[in-house]
């Protein structure tokens, strides 16, 4: 099997293990939605869960793994798995310490506004849920660096498969736990935190057996070594990244804390988080799987000096993320009203409040296709060693959407942030891009072609969407909404399928090699 072979057999593995966390966590935001509706409590927990989980992605995910595992890749391809598992201990220990730091600092800031102001209200809510869950900060940063260096050596199933362990542990809590608290739903927000909690532990502990397995270590090693030079290397890579990933995340920690206090009345963050979850399902299963199985293909071919191979590699990439991407984009876009209602109007959850996060939702989703498109262009920065650029076109793009929002969110309330987010997403990926283009060849082999018939058969794929839900207007039962969510995307699945193949898109012959590969054919 080739390396672009098994590039795709890994983000099928890491798709598979993404779909089945999103619709673990499908489930449990229909629970919470239909338990809380889009009130008080529900906007208290998404505040306080929003805060470890933009950590996460800001340490975790984002920052540090983009700056361990090229150096990690490189002891491993040159010096072996001895002086890869004593890097990895090593920056380990510094991580651990840095994120005990952060959760001990995250408590203290929580408690700190009660011993000079008198906070009731949803914000004591959500000060100390904030504090309840500020330890998941340090449990789920720890799994996605385990999760880094299973990567580096080509394991994707358990780092893919850990949220859905932690959605599991969230419904146990939603179903057999706040059962046991009573009515008071404040009751139930420490129910679900402490669930999450134990899912965060639980997410560590299921790396265990395939590190062991590679000679890699679970806990951090606790041994200072600054002068090796990859450790060096490390930290030089990360502090351009953190200020890149800090840019991201300060921008949605800005929209969080702009809904809060600038829209009046109730739910803005609820539907806001609500629309934006339901976008994170295709992002994940396509944007994330590929992101996360090419990272490590770009990064050996860099360390390789393979240029060419890198040239054809991130076109490529490209090219599947939007075949993929631009379909799924704008059928969420038609398709967001009939998804909202059969997902979340339930008991709690009013029409109204299911009308709002349609709009959200479709919002969020017009820019889809640049939200993947940017996961692949982020990584070949990052594979290539260039964490400066990336940074500095983060910074800019922030403080010009920061602005936009304060000037936008009195006219168009939560809709006006998601608006913002999707154009955001289009520039970012356009600079980037180019700035890519100017580093390093790109081989763009009938890419206007490719571009022209993926518009046709995306048109062919809405017209059969319109065309299916206008025989489901209705809404009145759970079979209707079913109805009306399932036919139209079954049907669009099928045009965008066979229009695909007749205009002879050359992305449907590498599934047929899956599918092929699936039952056991030779490729």
Same mark, same amino acid.
């Given at each position: 099997?080739?390396?672009?072979?098994?590039?795709?057999?890994?983000?099928?593995?890491?798709?598979?293990?993404?779909?089945?966390?999103?619709?673990?966590?499908?489930?449990?935001?229909?629970?919470?939605?239909?338990?809380?509706?889009?009130?008080?409590?529900?906007?208290?927990?998404?505040?306080?869960?929003?805060?470890?989980?933009?950590?996460?992605?800001?340490?975790?995910?984002?920052?540090?793994?983009?700056?361990?595992?090229?150096?990690?890749?490189?002891?491993?391809?040159?010096?072996?798995?001895?002086?890869?598992?004593?890097?990895?201990?090593?920056? !380990?220990?510094?991580?651990? #310490?840095? @994120?005990?730091?952060?959760? +001990?600092?995250?408590? *203290?800031?929580?408690? $700190? =506004?009660?011993?000079?102001?008198?906070?009731?209200?949803?914000?004591?809510?959500?000060?100390?849920?904030?504090?309840?869950?500020?330890?998941?900060?340090?449990?789920?940063?720890?799994?996605?660096?385990?999760?880094?260096?299973?990567?580096?050596?080509?394991?994707?199933?358990?780092?893919?498969?850990?949220?859905?362990?932690?959605?599991?542990?969230?419904?146990?809590?939603?179903?057999?736990?706040?059962?046991?608290?009573?009515?008071?739903?404040?009751?139930?927000?420490?129910?679900?935190?402490?669930?999450?909690?134990? !899912?965060?532990?639980?997410? #560590?502990? @299921?790396?265990?057996?395939? +590190?062991?397995?590679? *000679?890699?270590?679970? $806990? =951090?090693?606790?041994?200072?070594?600054?002068?090796?030079?990859?450790?060096?290397?490390?930290?030089?890579?990360?502090?351009?990244?953190?200020?890149?990933?800090?840019?991201?995340?300060?921008?949605?920690?800005?929209?969080?804390?702009?809904?809060?206090?600038?829209?009046?009345?109730?739910?803005?963050?609820?539907?806001?988080?609500?629309?934006?979850?339901?976008?994170?399902?295709?992002?994940?299963?396509?944007?994330?799987?590929?992101?996360?199985?090419?990272?490590?293909?770009?990064?050996?071919?860099?360390?390789?000096?393979?240029?060419?191979?890198?040239?054809?590699?991130?076109?490529?990439? +490209?090219?599947?993320?939007?075949?993929?991407? $631009? =379909?799924?984009?704008?059928?969420?876009?038609?398709?967001?009203?009939?998804?909202?209602?059969?997902?979340?109007?339930?008991?709690?959850?009013?029409?109204?409040?299911?009308?709002?996060?349609?709009?959200?939702?479709?919002?969020?989703?017009?820019?889809?296709?640049?939200?993947?498109?940017?996961?692949?262009?982020?990584?070949?920065?990052?594979?290539?060693?260039?964490?400066?650029?990336?940074?500095?076109?983060?910074?800019?793009?922030?403080?010009?959407?920061?602005?936009?929002?304060?000037?936008?969110?009195?006219?168009?309330?939560?809709?006006?942030?998601?608006?913002?987010?999707?154009?955001?997403?289009?520039?970012?990926?356009?600079?980037? $891009?180019?700035?890519?283009?100017?580093?390093?060849?790109?081989?763009?082999?009938?890419?206007?072609?490719?571009?022209?018939?993926?518009?046709?058969?995306?048109?062919?794929?809405?017209?059969?969407?319109?065309?299916?839900?206008?025989?489901?207007?209705?809404?009145?039962?759970?079979?209707?909404?079913?109805?009306?969510?399932?036919?139209?995307?079954?049907?669009?699945?099928?045009?965008?399928?066979?229009?695909?193949?007749?205009?002879?898109?050359?992305?449907?012959?590498?599934?047929?090699?899956?599918?092929?590969?699936?039952?056991?054919?030779?490729?």
């Amino acid at each position: 099997m080739t390396e672009k072979q098994n590039y795709l057999k890994s983000a099928s593995v890491v798709g598979l293990s993404t779909l089945a966390s999103r619709i673990l966590g499908m489930v449990r935001d229909m629970a919470m939605a239909s338990l809380f509706g889009a009130g008080m409590v529900l906007d208290a927990f998404v505040l306080a869960f929003t805060i470890p989980n933009l950590f996460r992605r800001f340490l975790g995910e984002g920052a540090f793994s983009a700056a361990f595992l090229p150096v990690f890749t490189e002891v491993l391809e040159k010096e072996g798995k001895g002086n890869a598992s004593s890097l990895a201990k090593q920056t !380990g220990t510094y991580l651990f #310490i840095i @994120l005990i730091i952060l959760v +001990l600092l995250g408590i *203290g800031a929580c408690f $700190l =506004p009660f011993a000079f102001f008198d906070i009731q209200g949803k914000n004591k809510l959500a000060l100390n849920l904030s504090a309840t869950m500020m330890p998941f900060l340090l449990l789920v940063c720890w799994t996605a660096f385990l999760g880094a260096m299973l990567n580096a050596m080509q394991h994707f199933w358990s780092p893919a498969f850990a949220p859905a362990l932690l959605n599991i542990f969230w419904l146990a809590g939603i179903f057999f736990f706040i059962p046991l608290c009573g009515q008071n739903q404040e009751t139930w927000a420490y129910a679900m935190a402490i669930s999450v909690l134990i !899912g965060g532990i639980c997410q #560590i502990f @299921l790396q265990w057996p395939f +590190l062991k397995k590679r *000679g890699m270590p679970l $806990l =951090p090693g606790l041994c200072f070594s600054y002068s090796d030079p990859y450790i060096k290397k490390v930290f030089l890579n990360l502090v351009p990244v953190l200020f890149s990933a800090a840019i991201v995340q300060i921008n949605t920690l800005m929209d969080s804390v702009i809904a809060w206090f600038m829209i009046p009345g109730e739910g803005a963050l609820s539907v806001l988080y609500m629309g934006n979850r339901l976008m994170q399902f295709p992002l994940s299963i396509i944007g994330t799987s590929l992101s996360t199985a090419i990272f490590p293909l770009f990064t050996l071919y860099a360390v390789r000096g393979e240029k060419d191979r890198f040239g054809e590699a991130v076109p490529e990439a +490209l090219r599947l993320c939007f075949f993929l991407a $631009l =379909p799924a984009s704008l059928g969420l876009v038609l398709l967001s009203k009939p998804i909202i209602f059969l997902i979340y109007q339930h008991n709690s959850f009013t029409p109204e409040d299911a009308i709002r996060t349609s709009h959200v939702l479709a919002a969020y989703s017009s820019g889809l296709c640049f939200y993947v498109l940017l996961g692949i262009i982020s990584r070949a920065f990052y594979s290539l060693g260039d964490t400066k650029t990336p940074t500095w076109v983060a910074c800019w793009l922030m403080m010009g959407n920061i602005a936009l929002n304060i000037m936008i969110v009195p006219f168009l309330q939560e809709l006006g942030l998601a608006l913002t987010t999707a154009l955001g997403s289009v520039t970012h990926c356009f600079i980037l $891009l180019f700035l890519l283009k100017k580093k390093v060849s790109l081989f763009w082999h009938g890419m206007r072609s490719f571009l022209w018939k993926c518009f046709a058969s995306t048109l062919f794929m809405s017209l059969s969407v319109v065309a299916a839900s206008s025989y489901f207007s209705s809404q009145e039962n759970i079979k209707q909404r079913l109805l009306s969510v399932l036919v139209p995307i079954a049907i669009g699945i099928i045009v965008f399928a066979l229009s695909s193949f007749f205009l002879k898109i050359k992305e449907m012959d590498r599934f047929k090699i899956r599918l092929k590969a699936f039952r056991g054919k030779k490729t």
